[in-house]
């Protein structure tokens, strides 16, 4: 407010000798009298004072020019665009020459309101004014190419449909305090946000979807994650609502100013914060953390340097072993020389949000934009979200749920319950990410029945995209999203195991539904045998066909991390055909496959081979989908 009542007050210097009739001079003594003191006022950040002044201001000079300026302003600040607007056009029907000055703050405020044709006009008649300063015409052009930006915006994504309404969450969420930093778990019924308590210290808060629909009365979370010390805030929930990762400031432990942290889910809350350590964090700033649905990925912002501008976006990956990597830059398409944040993985594993004031937007505060994974890795160009989601002002945080439509963000809009509160509303249907499943299961001992931790890959079948990789808990259950419309192969290791491969056709089940795979794992022991579903022949051919080698190179990992265990390789078909020639290629089939082992350095006495024709039928040869079972190739444990 201070920059705009000295904005106000430079260009009344200017104007008095350039005035058409106004002169501020002549204007009644008591009506400036109580200006001045509104000034003040909002100089010191007492808008409601300064508003009810400047009016009985203008109940003695209705003719106050300056008056109107100034309330404009305030108007401005307070984000009443549209008040800003009338204050500005009755200042100019009063006097088009002294007030032209003004054109620029008048544009920003058309702006505000999303009359972005009207705001270009505006800003054009301000940069034809021959004696504005090189600096007022250098921000006159900025706002100029954002107004273009927005119309151009606007021809290209038409959507008359659409209809921006947030929902403010209500009582139970939001009080009388600053509630941001939405997060969600996988079903939409835990919500994890950060509240700023007595406006000084920030601590994490709950609330959970009840059946009806409404969010039960927000509670702090049980357990160590809040400090009376330090501050929390900035959080993301993992999907299965057992982890979560925030960023914590000066904290004892801390290897910067700010630094990333973890806690887990106990059955007595959340455990102490753990920071995730030098590869995470750095001597200077993380925040904004996003962990990818299979926790395999974490998204952060840093201002390390080594980046493409002041804060960039940037990905440490999670390995076998738990630990994660150095972080990875996201590279000059999501990064820019201006800074990004508030990245948000989506629970598809693909699509990814995030601010910037780097990538062409509605001002120079940073926008949300969209951007999605390609299938070589790299991301596409970002798309800015539009307007209204994106406005002249500060776009902080977005996150998505699982549906790929319900948003939820922070803003002090004007129903807001007090500062920042987090609302809800409908992503336009261009700009969401790809709806998803739920896969959830358990992998277990087959003998014992119980539960092995496990690494678990799922693979598109048709594309052999890995689309996922996740380690499950302790207990040897998992949960993970993925893109609906595919069918995905499950791969499943353990040492000690013989792995675990099977195919699920999933293109046919409904979004937002739950699809459960619980997976057995055979010990290696003797006679121990599993049955290798994604090694592929086309018809009546012994050449294994590429889908085959993602299964065969875990046989090959099986081989190497076992180095004592010989297996035999029994190829099976269907009873059409005659029985000779059902022997002859099941036999080529089982040569196949151990001629690929052998290719992979497999020693020749770990390995043999058998053709079994058309014996051993699994299933029903009279239909087709029985014969397709009985068409397989096995693996089995001679010895280990």
């Given at each position: 407010?201070?920059?705009a009542?000295l904005?106000f007050l430079?260009?009344n210097c ?7 009739w ?7 003594h008591?009506a400036?009298t109580i200006y001045?003191l509104a000034?003040n006022?909002?100089?010191?950040g007492?808008?409601?004072?300064a ?15 300056d008056?109107?300026?100034s309330r ?8 009443n665009y549209?008040?800003?607007v009338?204050?500005f056009?009755?200042a ?5 020459v002294?007030?032209?000055?003004y054109?620029?703050?008048y544009?920003?405020?058309?702006a505000?309101?999303g009359r972005f044709?009207d705001a270009l006009?505006a800003?054009n008649?301000?940069?034809?004014i021959?004696?504005i300063n090189?600096?007022s ?8 190419g ?8 606007a021809?290209n994504?038409?959507?008359?449909n659409y209809v ?9 969420v939001?009080?009388k305090e ?7 778990t996988i079903?939409?019924k835990?919500?994890?946000?950060t509240?700023?308590v007595?406006?000084?210290n920030?601590?994490?808060y709950?609330?959970?979807l009840?059946?009806?629909g409404n969010?039960s009365k ?5 357990g160590?994650i809040?400090?009376a010390?330090f501050n929390?805030?900035?959080q993301?929930i993992s ?5 979560l990762?925030?960023t914590?400031?000066?904290f004892?432990q801390g ?18 914060p753990?920071?995730?350590?030098p590869?995470?964090n750095?001597e200077?700033?993380?925040?904004t953390?996003?962990?990818?649905p ?7 912002s840093?201002?390390?340097?080594g980046g493409?501008g ?5 990905v440490c990956?999670?390995n ?14 999501i990064?820019t020389?201006g800074?990004?944040g508030?990245?948000?993985?989506h629970?598809d594993?693909?699509t990814?949000f995030?601010?910037s004031n780097g990538?062409p937007?509605y ?5 949300l ?15 800015n979200?539009?307007?209204?989601i994106n406005t002249i ?5 977005l996150?998505v749920?699982?549906d790929?439509?319900t948003a ?7 129903d807001s319950?007090g500062?920042?509160d987090?609302?809800?509303f409908?992503?336009?249907e261009?700009?969401?990410p790809l709806?998803?499943l739920w896969?959830k299961?358990h992998v277990?001992d ?6 092995l931790p ?6 598109d079948i ?10 499950t808990?302790?207990d ?10 595919k069918?995905y192969?499950?791969?499943v290791?353990?040492?000690g195991?013989l792995f675990?491969s099977?195919?699920y ?6 979004p937002d539904s739950t699809?459960e ?13 599993i049955?290798l ?5 086309d ?6 066909k ?7 190179d875990n046989?090959v990992?099986?081989?190497n ?10 190829g099976y078909?269907?009873?059409v ?6 022997l002859?290629?099941s036999?080529?089939?089982?040569v196949?496959?151990?001629n ?5 350095g497999?020693?020749?006495?770990r390995l043999s ?7 051993n039928?699994?299933?029903d040869?009279k239909t087709e ?12 444990v001679?010895?280990n």
């Amino acid at each position: 407010m201070q920059k705009a009542i000295l904005f106000f007050l430079i260009c009344n210097c200017f104007l008095q000798s350039n005035a058409q009739w106004y002169d501020p001079s002549k204007v009644d003594h008591n009506a400036n009298t109580i200006y001045n003191l509104a000034n003040n006022k909002a100089v010191n950040g007492d808008y409601t004072s300064a508003i009810k002044m400047i009016d009985e201001a203008l109940k003695i000079e209705p003719k106050f020019v300056d008056a109107y300026l100034s309330r404009a302003g305030i108007h401005a600040d307070l984000k009443n665009y549209s008040q800003a607007v009338e204050d500005f056009e009755k200042a100019f029907s009063l006097d088009s020459v002294y007030t032209n000055y003004y054109l620029l703050p008048y544009s920003i405020d058309l702006a505000g309101c999303g009359r972005f044709e009207d705001a270009l006009k505006a800003v054009n008649a301000f940069l034809a004014i021959p004696t504005i300063n090189e600096r007022s015409k250098k921000s006159g052009e900025f706002r100029k190419g954002t107004y273009e930006f927005a119309i151009d915006y606007a021809k290209n994504h038409p959507d008359k449909n659409y209809v921006f309404a947030p929902q403010n969450l209500g009582d139970s969420v939001n009080s009388k305090e600053s509630e941001y930093f939405p997060s969600l778990t996988i079903d939409g019924k835990k919500l994890i946000f950060t509240r700023r308590v007595n406006n000084t210290n920030e601590d994490f808060y709950e609330s959970d979807l009840n059946e009806n629909g409404n969010w039960s009365k927000a509670y702090p979370l049980p357990g160590n994650i809040n400090s009376a010390t330090f501050n929390e805030g900035a959080q993301n929930i993992s999907q299965d609502g057992k982890w979560l990762i925030f960023t914590g400031c000066n904290f004892p432990q801390g290897l910067g100013s700010c630094d990333l942290y973890i806690s887990y889910l106990t059955k007595n809350g959340w455990s102490d914060p753990e920071n995730l350590g030098p590869n995470v964090n750095s001597e200077f700033w993380e925040s904004t953390p996003s962990l990818s649905p299979d926790k395999r990925d974490l998204y952060f912002s840093s201002n390390v340097p080594g980046g493409f501008g002041g804060a960039d976006i940037w990905v440490c990956h999670r390995n076998d072993n738990g630990k994660w990597s150095e972080p990875y830059n996201l590279g000059p398409e999501i990064n820019t020389p201006g800074d990004e944040g508030t990245p948000f993985i989506h629970a598809d594993n693909q699509t990814l949000f995030f601010n910037s004031n780097g990538h062409p937007g509605y001002s120079e505060k940073p926008d949300l934009f969209v951007s999605r994974k390609l299938s070589d890795g790299q991301w596409s160009k970002p798309e800015n979200l539009g307007y209204p989601i994106n406005t002249i002002d500060d776009e902080g945080s977005l996150v998505v749920a699982s549906d790929g439509k319900t948003a939820y963000y922070s803003s002090d809009r004007s129903d807001s319950k007090g500062g920042l509160d987090i609302y809800t509303f409908q992503l336009r249907e261009d700009i969401r990410p790809l709806r998803t499943l739920w896969v959830k299961g358990h992998v277990y001992d087959a003998k014992t029945k119980k539960g092995l931790p496990s690494s678990v890959e799922l693979t598109d079948i048709h594309s052999r995209k890995l689309m996922s990789e996740l380690q499950t808990d302790e207990d040897g259950n998992y949960l993970i999203t993925l893109p609906v419309g595919k069918d995905y192969a499950f791969n499943v290791n353990r040492k000690g195991y013989l792995f675990y491969s099977e195919n699920y056709n999933m293109s046919a089940t409904a979004p937002d539904s739950t699809f459960e795979a619980d997976i057995p794992l055979q010990p290696i022991e003797a006679n121990a045998h599993i049955i290798l579903k994604n090694v592929f022949f086309d018809t009546k051919k012994t050449e294994l066909k590429p889908e085959s080698i993602t299964e065969l190179d875990n046989v090959v990992k099986l081989m190497n991390e076992n180095p004592t265990i010989k297996i035999l390789i029994s190829g099976y078909t269907d009873n059409v055909g005659k029985p000779a020639d059902n022997l002859a290629l099941s036999k080529g089939r089982a040569v196949a496959v151990v001629n690929y082992l052998l290719g992979k350095g497999i020693k020749n006495e770990r390995l043999s081979f058998k053709g079994m024709g058309e014996t051993n039928s699994v299933a029903d040869n009279k239909t087709e989908a029985g014969r397709a079972l009985n068409r397989r190739t096995e693996l089995t444990v001679v010895s280990n």
